[in-house]
Every structure is written in structure tokens, then in C-alpha cells.
T-cell receptor, first 110, second 114 residues
Framework: IAGITQAPTSQILAAGRRMTLRCTQD?????MYWYRQDLGLGLRLIHYSNTAGTTGKGEVPDGYSVSRANTDDFPLTLASAVPSQTSVYFC?????????FGPGTRLTVL | AQSVTQLGSHVSVSEGALVLLRCNYS??????LFWYVQYPNQGLQLLLKYTTGATLVKGINGFEAEFKKSETSFHLTKPSAHMSDAAEYFC????????????FGTGTLLAVQP
């Protein structure tokens, strides 16, 4: 059982470029989430999706967009990356009681 | 609104000593409480959770936590630290609603000295 996979593992990106972080789960969970982790700030919710076809904004949504075309995939897009989006990004899915996390994507925006 | 405070961003203990990581929460509804562990360059792994029922919750790797409503606390303990316990620990709260959004504390980095 793979659980949650994220791609790429890491990426260096020039400011202004568009980037999509991929997230796929094989647990058939309805809810999925994107967090960013920054030193001293813990994890902060960017966007979430309660079920396929619906999305919602979290605590820090500006500069990010998501889509949920099906149950398994929940990509996160940075339309025009800025250095402040340098972070580690985690995708998670939930069975309704517990969130399960992917291994993360380390993104550096120069 | 919900919030989580973890006292002590860094905690150092000797191998074999008691581990105590503090977590206090704020919630206007009965909370669901979680502890996650993150090893270097890895994702978060669930240690234990409290939803309802027994207030003393046992998790993996010998950790446990007690929900104390009167103190709005959910401290994590382990009687005897092991070198492999060195990691970052995050406390989190949710309202258990349909969205089940988690609010995380800022984390506590646990160092275990030989």
C-alpha cells in the first residue's frame, strides 16, 4: 500500500515560473489537504478538499490554487512563484478522523 | 477559533529519562487532539489521538498523552527516552467537523543525549 505519494521530491524554481506539485492517494479518502511547513511556524493549511469536485481555502491560500477532478489526485499549483513560497509542502488525506501525510516536496524559489 | 501552544521549541533529555512535551489548546467545541512525529526529511506520522472516551491515550513507540479538559492540555509523555525518539513532535487540534481541518502547534524538537 503506497498511501500518499508526492512529486517531485524537491525542486528549485526561478521566480515567476509556474509549478504544479502533485499528490496522489490510494486510500480512497474523500478529504485531502495541502500544508506548508516553515521553520518556527509549524504546518499551515493552504487549501483543502472535502470531496472530489469541491475545494476550500485554508489559512494561507494566496498565490496557490488547487483542483480535485477525482478522489485520488489533488494537485497544488503556484501560478507565478515568489521566493516567500520557498517551503516544504505536505499533502494529506483523511478518513474522517485522522489525517495521513505524504513524504513532502521541498521547493526552493530563487 | 482553535489554537495550539507547544511550550519549548527544543527539549533535551538523557537516554532513559522521562520525556514530557507540553501542549495546550484553545477550542470552543470539544476538541479532537493529535500528536504527530516527524523524523528528519520525512513526512508526519501519527503517534496518537484523542477523540472521545478514555482521556489517557496510548500511542506507538511507548508514548502516551492525557486529555485534561480543566487544564486545556494534552501533554505527551514517555517513561524512558530512547535515542530513536529524537525527532520533531507536533501537537494538533481539530473540531472533528466535516472538514476536519487541523491546527498545528509550532513543534518541539526532541534531542536525546547518550
Amino acid at each position: 500500500i503506497a498511501g500518499i505519494t508526492q512529486a517531485p521530491t524537491s525542486q528549485i524554481l526561478a521566480a515567476g515560473r509556474r509549478m504544479t506539485l502533485r499528490c496522489t492517494q490510494d486510500m480512497r479518502h474523500n478529504a485531502m489537504y495541502w500544508y506548508r511547513q516553515d521553520l518556527g511556524l509549524g504546518l499551515r493549511l493552504i487549501h483543502y478538499s472535502n470531496t472530489a469536485g469541491t475545494t476550500g481555502k485554508g489559512e494561507v491560500p494566496d498565490g496557490y490554487s488547487v483542483s480535485r477532478a477525482n478522489t485520488d489526485d489533488f494537485p497544488l499549483t503556484l501560478a507565478s512563484a515568489v521566493p516567500s513560497q520557498t517551503s516544504v509542502y505536505f499533502c494529506a488525506s483523511s478518513d474522517g478522523a485522522t489525517q495521513y501525510f505524504g513524504p513532502g516536496t521541498r521547493l526552493t524559489v530563487l | 477559533a482553535q489554537s495550539v501552544t507547544q511550550l519549548g521549541s527544543h527539549v533535551s533529555v538523557s537516554e532513559g529519562a522521562l520525556v514530557l512535551l507540553r501542549c495546550n489548546y484553545s477550542s470552543s467545541v470539544p476538541p479532537y487532539l493529535f500528536w504527530y512525529v516527524q523524523y528528519p526529511n520525512q513526512g508526519l506520522q501519527l503517534l496518537l489521538k484523542y477523540t472521545t472516551g478514555a482521556t489517557l491515550v496510548k500511542g506507538i513507540n511507548g508514548f502516551e498523552a492525557e486529555f485534561k479538559k480543566s487544564e486545556t492540555s494534552f501533554h505527551l509523555t514517555k517513561p524512558s527516552a530512547h535515542m530513536s525518539d529524537a525527532a520533531e513532535y507536533f501537537c494538533a487540534v481539530s473540531d472533528g467537523g466535516a472538514t476536519n481541518k487541523l491546527i498545528f502547534g509550532t513543534g518541539t524538537l526532541l534531542a536525546v543525549q547518550p
